[in-house]
């Protein structure tokens, strides 16, 4: 049979596989074919794996010994800073160029075993650290819908490899939006889990009280999926949440959605945009859910915190990149020229501008005023979070406050960029569970999004409202 790889999902492609109607290896072929139509254009793969043949093998073998799952076979794309046994992981960086892991990152131990087809590696900002994919060192990656746009990012690569159906689906990360940006930017469904759901064991770091791994897919059913398979203990994690904390008591389901009206009406929100939000306001009305207005007054300073708390986790996780252990090395006549010289040729310019802007937050003298007071407010935000979800089920906003914007608009303005990830960013602060759904276009074909944030623990919720929305 034809594969139809645009309207494909996980759970149609375990049946074919079932019923004989095509096989792991066509499957596999089917996707390299589009792979090598498009990706020079798009720049989505940095690499397509050379050990694809070994990957199907072992997927055929689960299913001949009846231990398959639904992700068994099924090919996704990984982004570049997710370590991969034996496989380059670059993090979109010079400084990493050729540096090859020797272990399997907590998430693709747990796929592997499983017998997922990991096709290649996707292009992102530099160690995760953008809005748009502008600023990794392999070249920028192109929106399929529009390839004169951006298609967002960090996780820009693993979306476009997805939304030019060169993958079924995606594993990204997200530290302040990286998975829910450029899934809105793309027409994908993003998942950003609880902290501590899914295993950043293998990930390379940016900040690591805000980072977390997530599925990138078409439809929220494979979301679903993909997190239920990722979404496990890590004994190698000590963020990993034990197993007997996870479990939810007499879940029920959600009815009641949170608006945050005075969110909603700061500057720099696209008018299409909020009036596209208006809408998916009134479809999940339809859906018999009941909408409150709720106010939020900690929120708006979440982004204010956010660009705090994460260049001082980057200065020092970035720290370790010195010339000496691992990746580029220059010589130099004293140590520090080692490092200087390293780490200048190393870093790209947005990543020297948050380990500068990081340790400036750290230094002697401003680190109460700074560091510790983002901290507080964290935790106040945090709490004005938790306390809210006692009255309403799920909060929504859309997921970005402008659309899918062209290259170079914003690259040369840090803080226009860094407002694209104004609705996102909360939920990182939080540590709870978020997701971004497509929910219409506009007259251009551009994508808009709806942002659905969860209590603690509570994917369920954004799942179960999320396939509503999808109706």
């Known amino acids: ?10 759970e149609e492609t375990h049946n074919h596989f079932k019923n004989g109607d095509f096989t792991v290896r066509e499957l596999v072929d089917a996707y390299l074919e589009v792979i090598k139509e498009k990706n020079p254009d798009i720049n989505a793969y940095l690499e397509v794996y050379s050990d694809l043949d070994i ?8 299913f001949k010994n009846g231990t398959d799952t639904l992700m068994t076979g099924i090919p996704i794309s990984i982004k570049d800073n997710m370590l991969f046994d034996g496989h380059v992981a670059s993090a979109s960086s010079k400084i990493l160029g050729g540096y090859k892991a020797t272990y399997d990152a907590g998430v693709i131990k747990q796929l592997k075993k499983q017998g997922t087809i990991f096709l290649g590696r996707t292009n992102m900002d530099e160690f995760a650290m953008g809005s748009s994919t502008e600023t990794s060192a392999y070249g920028n990656t192109k929106n399929p819908l529009d390839t004169a746009r951006v298609p967002g990012g960090s996780s820009g690569g693993a979306v476009s490899s997805v939304a030019m159906d060169g993958a079924m689906a995606a594993l990204g990360s997200d530290t302040g939006g990286s998975i829910r940006q450029p899934a809105a930017f793309t027409g994908l469904v993003g998942l950003k889990p609880t902290y501590g759901a899914v295993s950043r064991f293998g990930i390379i770091s940016m900040a690591s009280s805000l980072d977390q791994v997530g599925p990138l897919g078409k439809t929220v059913r494979d979301v679903e999926i993909i997190f239920n398979a990722i979404n496990a203990y890590d004994r190698l994690d000590s963020t990993s949440i034990p197993l007997e904390k996870r479990k939810i008591s007499n879940p029920s389901k959600p009815k009641r959605i949170g608006v945050p009206k005075e969110f909603l009406s700061g500057d720099g929100i696209e008018k299409e945009v909020l009036q596209n939000f208006e809408e998916s306001c009134q479809k999940l009305k339809n859906e018999g859910y009941e909408l409150v207005d709720v106010s939020l007054p900690l929120i708006k300073y979440s982004l ?13 996780n970035l720290a370790r990149y010195d010339g000496i252990r691992y990746g580029l090395h220059e010589e130099g006549d004293k140590l520090l020229d080692i490092y200087t010289k390293s780490r200048g040729k190393g870093f790209g310019k947005e990543v020297r501008r948050r380990i500068l802007l990081g340790t400036y937050i750290l230094s002697h003298g401003y680190y109460d005023a700074y560091y510790n007071t983002a901290v507080r407010v964290r935790h106040a935000i945090k709490n004005e979070l938790a306390n809210i979800f006692l009255n309403v089920d799920a909060i929504i906003t859309p997921t970005s406050p402008c659309l899918p914007f062209k290259f170079n608009e914003k690259i040369e303005d840090p803080i226009a960029m860094y407002m694209s990830d104004l609705f996102t960013v909360p939920a990182n602060i939080a540590d709870i569970p978020a997701i971004s759904i497509p929910s219409g276009k506009n ?16 994917e369920d919720i954004l799942f179960a409202i999320g396939k509503d929305f999808e109706k």
């Open 1 to 10: 049979m034809k594969i139809n790889l645009k309207d494909l999902t996980i």
């Open 55 to 62: 990957q199907i093998s072992k997927a055929e073998e689960i």
């Open 304 to 316: 204010a915190v956010y660009y705090i708390l994460m260049p001082a986790e980057v200065s020092s």
């Open 443 to 458: 007259a251009n074909g551009l994508p808009f999004s709806l942002h659905i944030m969860a209590p603690y623990l509570r």
